[in-house]
Each structure stands twice: as structure tokens, then as C-alpha cells.
């Protein structure tokens, strides 16, 4: 690890894995090749000094990543240091006991440095693939999560719910490294989210991809509220951030590179969503002005972001998705670099004062 390490914010890196074609070029890598980038990204980021690394769970064709435990299980045997999560498993359509084991399995072939970030999904293709209704959407969620967080206590467990075949003193096995397996809650944006995180005593990751972050301030008040109405020790409740990011030299350099692909990663993801919109450079500049969450820029505009949402949410963690809209390589490896020898030192020594 880098000697800044006094700190204990973590920073990190994490990618949904999606497949575009690079608006540049014209040209789209196939599901193998991405997965391979994915593999090089991680052990860049592990060799860098970097503290996470993140991968996400869709069901397309125009995603490579069905399943972060076996990708995670492939990075862990080329890295040493870096933390391993799902960013993240869509719990409600996710056996609990499945998802426990398989992230367990990766604690003991990463030596303890598993964990889960659990979410909803911001797409719905798996409700049917997995035989489940949408219209179950919460109740499934907060169904699940309360089998996965006994899983983590216990090695055998007696539960009953509505929507899984009841447990009795079953062996869950194999235990992992860490006595706690660590668990998250993905949170987007709304209050019920974040009052259930804390009311589950795990930690909140929010996904701030645009706009003022001020605004995200009432959901971490409200996380760390019900957490302690809960009962939960509030050095439990803890925070982390996860948004967009594109790193150069200059801010300007930053983004001339990035608008291209971030336009034609949100022209795609509008597109799966069944919208048209294209964003316009003006509508770009205004998303990476310095006073908005976009993480584009300098090392010093990007680290001076993270601290600005630092004094807001006193969060302890931050992942960069850096490899989104058909970017080359080389463009993602020059990110994380720049991440973990510019922009990690200044937070690091800002944070641990």
C-alpha cells in the first residue's frame, strides 16, 4: 500500500461491465474481451494502491457480467491487497443462501477480502428470468435481506419467510475468513432505501450520478437516524459514495476525452430503457460544472469533489466507475492511475486530519 495510508477512507474502483460500441471508432469488444479488461483493470488497480474494486450484476447481452462472485473469484487469484464487492447483486431476485455461499467461497480465495453490496436493480430483466413478479419488488428486497444478514451471524440458521422454502437449523457453509462477511445497501435516491439500510444496521453505498450533492444529504441523515433508533452502534453506519468519473491532465483535456463516451453511454442506456434522449454538450458542461457530483476532471477538481461530499456525508468510501461507453483501455487504465497517485493521496491526507 501507498505510505498516505494514515486515513481510513477507502477509494476504489468498480464497473457494470456494459458493452457499447466506442463512438470513435465504431467498433464493439465481445463479452470475452471485456471480461479480460475487467480482470486488467482490477490487478491495475490492486498494484496501484487502490482499496476496492466493484462489479456489477446485469442479465443482457449488452452487459458481460451475469455474475460478479465468479469474476471476483478470477481477480482474486491475480491480486493481493484490493477489497472485492458486488456493485451491485440485485438481491430480490437472488437466492440469499446461493448469494452468502458464493460471496464466502470468494472470502476464502481472497484471503478475507470479500463483500456484498446488495441492491434492487435499476433493470427488471431478472424478475422473470428467476420466476418473480415486480410487483413483489420491496417486499421481496427486504425478504431477502433479512435472510442474508442472518447468514452472515450465523452457520446455522432457522428462518421462515413468504417467498423462499423455510430453513431449519441449516448449515451454511463454507463460513469466510472475516467473522462478518460485510454487507451493503445500494441506495439511489430514495428515503425508504436509505431508512432501510439503517434500520439493517449494513453499510449505504449511494449512487450519485449527477446533479447537486447537497441533495443527497437528507438520505444519509436518515440512514444514520434509523440506524440508531435500531439499535446499531452508529461506528457501524457507514457511508459510501459511487459515481461516474473520466481523469486527465486538465479539466478541459478530461472533458473534451469524456463527453463522446458519455454521451453514448447514456444514448444506450436511455435506448434499453426505452428513450431517445441524446445529451448535448452544454447539457455535458452544466453535469461537470465544479459545484455538480460528476467526477470529471483534474486529479486536483476530482480529489476536491470527494472532499466537498466528504464535509457533507462524512462517507468512508469512494468508487470511481470509470469504464463506461465504449472506452478503450488505455483511456480506464490512465483513470485508475491517475486515481490512485494523484487523486487518493490529496483525500487521503485531507481526510485523516
Not at 13 to 18: F, I
Not at 61 to 79: E, H, K, N
Not at 125 to 142: A, C, Q, V
Not at 288 to 302: E, I, K, R
Amino acid at each position: 500500500m501507498t505510505q498516505d495510508k494514515k486515513s481510513d477512507f477507502e477509494i476504489g474502483v468498480y464497473t457494470l461491465a456494459d458493452i457499447g460500441p466506442d463512438p470513435l471508432t465504431g467498433k464493439t469488444i465481445t463479452a470475452k474481451e471485456r471480461v479480460k479488461e475487467i480482470i486488467q483493470a482490477a490487478k491495475l488497480a490492486d498494484e496501484a494502491g487502490l482499496d476496492v474494486f466493484g462489479i456489477g450484476e446485469h442479465h443482457r447481452l449488452d452487459y458481460a457480467s451475469s455474475s460478479p462472485a465468479v469474476i471476483l473469484a478470477a481477480i482474486a487469484q491475480g491480486t493481493k491487497q484490493i477489497r472485492l464487492t458486488s456493485t451491485t447483486s440485485v438481491l430480490s431476485t437472488l437466492d440469499p443462501v446461493r448469494l452468502f455461499e458464493d460471496f464466502s467461497t470468494l472470502d476464502l480465495l481472497s484471503d478475507g477480502r470479500a463483500e456484498i453490496l446488495a441492491g434492487r436493480g435499476a433493470f427488471i430483466e431478472s424478475f422473470p428470468l428467476f420466476g418473480y413478479s415486480t410487483n413483489d419488488y420491496d417486499e421481496l428486497f427486504e425478504e431477502h435481506m433479512d435472510l442474508l444478514i442472518k447468514l452472515t451471524r450465523s452457520e446455522t440458521v432457522t428462518w421462515s419467510g413468504k417467498f423462499r422454502s423455510s430453513l431449519r437449523n441449516a448449515e451454511i457453509a463454507p463460513r469466510p475468513v472475516q467473522e462478518n462477511l460485510p454487507v451493503w445497501i445500494g441506495v439511489g435516491g430514495t428515503p425508504e432505501s436509505a431508512v432501510r439500510a439503517g434500520k439493517f444496521g449494513v453499510g449505504m453505498a449511494l449512487a450519485i450520478l449527477g446533479g447537486h450533492p447537497k441533495r443527497f444529504k437528507p438520505l444519509v441523515d436518515l440512514y444514520r437516524q434509523a440506524g440508531i433508533e435500531a439499535g446499531h452502534n452508529p461506528q457501524d453506519l457507514k457511508v459510501g459514495v459511487t459515481g461516474h468519473a473520466y481523469l486527465a491532465e486538465t479539466t478541459q483535456q478530461a472533458k473534451d476525452e469524456f463527453y463522446p463516451y458519455y454521451s453514448n453511454y447514456w444514448e444506450y442506456v436511455n435506448r434499453q430503457r426505452g428513450m431517445g434522449t441524446r445529451m448535448s454538450r452544454t447539457d455535458f458542461e452544466h453535469m461537470a460544472s465544479p459545484d455538480t457530483a460528476l467526477f470529471v476532471g483534474s486529479p486536483q477538481q476530482v480529489a476536491e469533489k470527494i472532499l466537498t461530499q466528504y464535509e457533507l456525508f462524512g462517507h468512508k468510501r469512494f468508487l470511481a466507475q470509470l469504464d463506461i461507453g465504449g472506452q478503450p483501455f488505455k483511456n480506464v487504465a490512465k483513470g485508475i492511475e491517475l486515481l490512485a497517485t494523484k487523486v487518493a493521496p490529496i483525500v487521503r491526507r485531507e481526510t485523516s486530519k
